[in-house]
């Protein structure tokens, strides 16, 4: 049988055609405001990277399935009804009753699905400690206008709770022509890129750079890794993680000599050489400018290079970490062998003491 006919709820679309009509942007904005801005120079974003320019943080935290577990999802960042939630169209929810609407809302067109398909994505936009906060969150919607735009509903709220300024923004996955919003790698990067962007052109000093190019070998963990960790560290557990222990087990073996590090953390290390050599090459170039800010970032990108000798993976901390191990017990070993070579054959070990 077809699953019976169910209305789907979504916001206005129009709004936002409205908006452009009357400001005059968008469809209606003149040759003049359509023309594309050009692209920054490269030399700009050298600039940003050798001079450390904070990175923006764009992270996917979960993806929620069914109304139930939406609805949970939008209480918690909502602080339970302490902050509200802002849509699409700029409308403020608040009370627990039209949370639980839009979850049902956002979950009613999956009901016929078997077993359970994903409601909704659940996004974070971060930045540095000391950013104002009311500048990342007009900074995340304007990219989640350009990158997401009518064809998914969202929410997003500002959190201010933590040292860092941060933004929960959570995608309906359906789409009105039924397409799914699942962001890859690549999509991060681009809302990266629209992220920082949008700071930039507030005035905050923000870059969205892949890791390899700043000679950053460690990527970041998921979320839940990150906070069983925490929990290790404030004693609340004291059960190591999975992962944690497969590294040390592996490092351990590298260590010994029964095995070989990873093929990639090589091609990490033959590609951070490479992007050295085209920092190499750009401050040579630059040094023969005669413009006197061209050959001081000329400077700034050879001490860059030149505190990154290498770079270091995580296999190569776990590596350096079982490399300490080995070194003390072999110390351990030698002492203690030392130490009996004075002592006659035969003689008894020492009564151990009780306290």
Do not use: C
């Amino acid at each position: 049988m077809k699953p019976r006919f169910k209305p789907r709820l979504v916001s206005d679309p129009n709004v936002n055609y409205a908006r452009d009509l009357v400001n005059g942007t968008g469809p209606f904005a003149t040759r003049a405001q359509a023309t594309p801005q050009p692209k920054e120079d490269v030399r700009s974003t050298l600039a940003r990277v050798v001079r450390r320019t904070p990175e923006v943080l764009v992270k996917v935290t979960g993806r929620k399935k069914g109304a139930k577990h939406l609805a949970a999802h939008l209480d918690y960042i909502g602080r339970h009804g302490d902050l509200a939630l802002e849509t699409r169209d700029r409308e403020e929810i608040v009370s627990k009753e039209d949370v639980q609407r839009i979850a049902d809302e956002w979950s009613d067109p999956l009901y016929w699905r078997q077993g359970t398909s994903v409601s909704a994505v659940a996004m974070v936009f971060s930045m540095p400690e000391g950013t104002n906060p009311e500048t990342v969150k007009q900074s995340v919607r304007e990219a989640a206008e350009l990158l997401i735009g009518d064809n998914h509903d969202w929410l997003m709220v500002l959190h201010t709770d933590t040292p860092r300024p941060h933004v929960h923004l959570t995608v309906q996955a359906e789409g009105i022509d039924r397409k799914r919003f699942d962001p890859r790698r690549e999509d991060l990067f681009r809302f990266r890129e629209a992220f920082a962007t949008a700071l930039r052109s507030r005035g905050v000093e923000a870059e969205a750079t892949p890791r390899y190019t700043r000679g950053q070998g460690r990527a970041g963990t998921s979320m839940a890794l990150t906070q069983l960790r925490a929990r290790i560290r404030s004693g609340v557990s004291m059960q190591p993680t999975e992962a944690d222990l497969r590294q040390a087990r592996e490092a351990m073996q590298i260590a010994l000599g029964a095995a070989q590090q990873p093929a990639f953390v090589a091609r990490a290390q033959a590609r951070w050489q490479d992007i050295k050599r085209r920092f190499e090459a750009a401050a040579d170039q630059l040094d023969r400018s005669v413009d006197r800010e061209d050959r001081r970032l000329a400077r700034d990108v050879r001490q860059f290079i030149q505190e990154r000798a290498t770079i270091e993976t995580v296999p190569d901390r776990a590596l350096r970490d079982a490399e300490r191990r080995v070194k003390e017990s072999q110390e351990r070993g030698r002492t203690d062998r030392q130490r009996d070579q004075g002592v006659p054959r035969g003689t008894p070990p020492p009564p151990e003491r009780r306290r």
